[in-house]
């Protein structure tokens, strides 16, 4: 049986789910809500939570989410393997523990535990929330038969957290969708036929922790362009920035389509990837397309790029000093390293490692 948070249309951990789903395809798939619009078929299994008014309401539901899965129906299944990024690692069916769980956790939940990284946990009522939610969670996550981290980076939050060891073990990436570009519309065509023929890029969702202002300084300190593309509520921030720091030269590209994201990337001078984040799949895709990253020093990104030779780790954003030797430094970078080591990240080396992490985590309990 596999288990997982809530099912969107898209996002890293869906992505993790549907390989883990490829690698035991009779495995019957349970999440506190479908959400996903068909992706994972007709029949997957949903807690009491999907038939609420709370369903789809992730900040309303947060209180009875640990409840919840700890009351889950009486199921026959020899083992659950659980993708948890909040408190999927809690699950209990029947009433009962005595069904081997195995964990690969995105993270322990960033509100609790690393609030300095996640702006929900911020708030007066979310510390004290945290407060009483740590000991709790600690003790359920030693449950678990054993737990896999998706980073170096998370394997140590891990340790530090929940105080268990976790072998690491790299969430998938459609290497092959990014190797090649593809047609563009006609709108798309003059999207990127309107920008510069080289620039830094920077690709997220625009909120604050994504930090893509260091974009903007790498391409004040480099003299070049830069694109931003993606969308979200810190739009008007980075646009005051941008007017500050590198006036008329910084590019903003809304929600582009997957084939004008490839181009972009494609044609890109480097990635500038400045969040801490708990893996990063963003930097993997701009290797993909032979393209370097400019990657910050701290999280898990500066474990898939190799500092000098797919990219450069910044462990310093805000020095433009810094910044310019940063893209200096992968001007020289070869777009055949970049490929090659994004390939070490394919969907592939994660089934193959996922199935090992299952059978040998059995093996302890047989």
Not at 228 to 256: C, K, S, T, W, Y
Not at 297 to 319: K, N, P
Request: proline content about 7%; hydrophobic content about 45%; charged content about 25%.
């Amino acid at each position: 049986m596999i288990v997982h948070e809530w099912l969107e249309r898209s996002g890293g951990a869906e992505n993790v789910v549907e390989a883990m789903r490829e690698v035991f395809p009779d495995a019957p798939l349970w999440s506190l809500w479908d959400a996903s619009e068909g992706r994972f078929g007709a029949h997957t299994r949903e807690t009491v939570l999907a038939k609420s008014p709370l369903k789809g309401k992730k900040a309303l539901s947060l209180p009875l989410m640990p409840l919840v899965w700890r009351n889950l129906p009486k199921i026959d299944a020899e083992w659950m393997l659980i993708s948890s990024h909040l408190f999927a690692h809690h699950a209990r069916f029947g009433g009962k523990s005595s069904i081997p769980k195995l964990v690969y956790a995105h993270t322990p939940a960033r509100y609790i535990w690393t609030p300095e990284l996640d702006g929900r946990g911020r708030s007066k009522a979310a510390r004290l929330a945290a407060s009483a939610l740590k000991p709790l969670d600690r003790r359920r996550a030693q449950e678990p038969v054993a737990i896999a981290g998706n980073s170096r980076f998370i394997a140590q939050r891990i340790a530090d957290t929940w105080q268990r060891d976790a072998e690491v073990i790299y969430p998938p990436v459609s290497i092959e969708a990014f190797l090649q570009e593809e047609p563009l519309s006609s709108a798309d065509q003059k999207v990127l036929e309107s920008l510069p023929g080289e620039y830094l890029l920077g690709v997220s969702r625009f909120v604050p922790y994504k930090q893509l202002e260091t974009a903007i300084f790498a391409g004040r300190a480099s003299g070049l362009p830069v694109v931003l593309a993606g969308r979200g509520p810190d739009r008007e921030r980075l646009e005051q920035i941008a007017l500050n720091a590198h006036p008329g030269r910084v590019h903003f590209v809304d929600h582009p389509s997957f084939p004008l994201l490839k181009s972009l990337m494609h044609k890109a001078h480097a990635l500038v990837f400045a969040a801490i984040e708990d893996f990063g799949i963003v930097p993997v895709e701009a290797m993909a397309s032979g393209t370097p990253v400019l990657a910050n020093a701290i999280g898990g990104a500066s474990e898939s790029v190799i500092d000098g030779v797919t990219g450069a780790h910044l462990h310093d954003c805000q020095s433009e000093s810094a910044l310019l030797e940063a893209v200096e430094k992968v001007s020289s970078v070869s777009p055949k390293a970049c490929v090659a080591r994004a390939k070490e990240f394919d969907i592939s080396h994660f089934k193959v490692n996922i199935k090992r992490f299952v059978e040998n985590s059995l093996s302890m309990v047989e």
